[in-house]
């Protein structure tokens, strides 16, 4: 549905179910309507009896419109006919004084809504000026229904609606006294706001504030075409500045606490896109005794699962506050965490990880995080959830945020060991996590206690997986990584037996590192040269391999072997 976001979008085709249940019958109402219209001279006046009111009389050319209109309808299809004829007859009629000849307009607008499978005309949006401005309450809620049908449907160019000059008769509805009208304008406005133009266009035309006020109605379904009108304007930054310039957090705050989940999850949304701006958090944090932060806490633990969910997004990107991270730190938001990170769903623990992950960034953090037990919870969720991308990259780089001298025994108890060698040879795993899995396991074997524990699992299928990409040269930083982790452990006897068969492949890459541009990687190939050297079988390979056979080669190696020695 282009831009529409799919709760939008289903919240809104929700709203036009009911009328698509009785679509067979809009033509024939409109046949109806239009017969009896054309029969008589006039409608001065309605049926006999009290209860009279006025009708503007007939004009000659609004009855050749509807015999017109009428004759078109027979052709015995329910199909929409949208030709010229039917262009001239509905353009006479949106205009006419009366309220029954437009209805019969707007009631075959609907029915277009429901039954075309092709773009709308571009020329059959004028008579919607007309139908949208009608003084008959009902020709409004029919024609702005029908309007809100074309716009779901992507049967008519958002753009193109607003250039047309609907935009300001949709706006003038928002003021309207009755719910149904609310309703459908205030979808229309929240649809047209997918467009980046349009959401410029409904701000200098005066859309906000009306929008802002329908979010506050006590009817359910004005207050989420509402919310959800500020959701897609919040998502184009100049936009959303004129949001927050009127207001709108303390109101989408209060919104957190709705008892509709919609609407929780449409303003949660609407925050999680303000926060993406650094500029905005300092009026999101002045509500009183951290309001917003409390909200968005207790929304972590919602049953429902998109709001658990987005409620953590928002809180990420509120983390890029340092200040706020310990707020939340000192809120016991590390313990809810674990919870999520527990749940047998898969976006719910993404969530969770992804807003540790950035937690784990600040060292002031780590404490907590591994006093609430919670690396024994990344073990867990690393050991049974490699298979995923998101999970995996976001747990391997907290490990590694966690990691150092002091909590060394904490990961050797857990699983994270296990579940970042299976990870390593997994055949699933992706470019950018094996990144963060090597990156992972290259710091933690540099502590000796946990070295010793990858040496203890180390098979032969991880040293082939580790020999393979220090070769490559697709990835330097993948390459390097690997290189590292085979040096740590070359110097352990145990690690030769499942390196001997991959010596060839070893001594290539080294003579490569040992003529890299960067000293890091001259740097790590002399190490693992000096490592390698104290194993009798691969000092004898080294001896008769390309790398010595050239002079400049074993130049080169003597020099930084001295230089590593040194």
């Not at 019958?25 to 001065?44: E, I």
């Not at 998101?390 to 296990?418: M, P, R, Y």
């Not at 452990?489 to 390196?499: A, D």
Request: with cysteine; charged share 20%.
């Amino acid at each position: 549905m282009g831009q529409l976001c799919e709760q939008c979008a289903r919240m809104l085709k929700d709203f036009v179910a009911f009328v698509r249940r009785v679509s067979a019958g809009l033509v024939r109402a409109v046949r109806r309507c239009a017969a009896a219209l054309c029969q008589g001279g006039c409608c001065a006046r309605a049926a006999a009896g009290t209860g009279k009111r006025y009708r503007p009389v007939l004009q000659q050319h609004d009855k050749r419109a509807a015999q017109q209109f009428l004759q078109h309808l027979d052709s015995g299809t329910d199909t929409p006919q949208l030709d010229d004829e039917c262009l001239k007859a509905l353009r006479t009629l949106a205009v006419s004084e009366n309220p029954d000849l437009q209805q019969s307009a707007a009631i075959y607008y609907l029915h277009i809504s429901q039954q075309l499978k092709t773009p709308l005309p571009i020329d059959f949006l004028e008579p919607y000026n007309a139908l949208l401005q009608s003084s008959d309450l009902e020709v409004q809620k029919i024609a702005s229904l029908s309007l809100v049908n074309l716009l779901v449907e992507e049967n008519v160019d958002k753009e193109v609606v607003v250039q047309t000059g609907l935009l300001e008769p949709i706006l003038d509805m928002l003021e309207s006294g009755d719910h149904t009208v609310q309703c459908n304008s205030c979808a229309c406005v929240a649809t047209l706001a997918t467009s980046d133009s349009n959401r410029e266009a409904i701000t200098s035309a005066g859309g906000v504030l009306p929008v802002l006020v329908l979010a506050k109605s006590y009817d359910p379904r004005v207050q989420q075409n509402g919310v959800g009108a500020i959701l897609n304007l919040t998502r184009c930054e100049k936009t959303m500045s004129v949001l927050c310039t009127e207001g709108v957090i303390p109101l989408l705050a209060l919104l957190l606490q709705s008892p509709d989940s919609e609407v929780q999850y449409y303003s949660c949304s609407a925050l999680s896109n303000i926060a993406t701006r650094p500029e905005h958090h300092p009026a999101m944090l002045q509500l009183g005794n951290r309001y917003l932060l409390r909200a968005l806490l207790s929304l972590m633990s919602s049953p429902v699962e998109k709001n658990s969910c987005q409620s953590c997004r928002c809180l990420r990107n509120l983390s890029v506050n340092v200040s706020i991270q310990e707020e939340l730190v000192s809120l016991g938001f590390v313990a809810q965490l674990r919870e999520m990170l527990q749940s047998p769903s898969q976006p719910v623990a993404e969530s969770a990880i992804t807003l540790l992950s950035a937690l784990s960034e600040h060292s002031p953090n780590r404490e907590a995080i591994v006093e609430e037990g919670l690396l024994k919870t990344l073990g867990q969720l690393v050991h049974h959830q490699r298979t995923n991308p998101t999970i995996l990259g976001h747990c391997a780089a907290t490990i590694c945020n966690l990691s150092d001298s002091q909590s060394a025994q904490a990961v050797a108890e857990s699983q994270c060991l296990n579940g970042l060698l299976q990870a390593l040879i997994s055949p699933d795993i992706m470019e950018e996590e094996l990144l963060c899995v090597t990156a992972c396991l290259n710091h933690l074997t540099s502590f000796e206690l946990l070295k010793s524990h990858v040496i203890g699992k180390l098979n032969a299928e991880h040293a082939e997986r580790l020999v393979g990409w220090a070769g490559q040269t697709e990835n330097d930083e993948l390459s390097f990584n690997s290189a590292s982790i085979i040096s740590q452990l070359e110097e352990q006897g145990e690690v030769c037996q499942v390196l001997t068969p991959h010596t060839t492949s070893i001594l290539e890459y080294l003579l490569r590192f040992l003529r890299h541009s960067e000293g890091r990687f001259q740097q790590l190939g002399s190490v693992t040269l000096l490592n390698l050297n104290k194993d009798a079988g691969f000092s004898a390979a080294l001896a008769e391999s390309p790398l010595m056979e050239q002079q400049d080669s074993r130049d080169l190696l003597h020099t930084t072997m001295h230089t590593a020695h040194d």
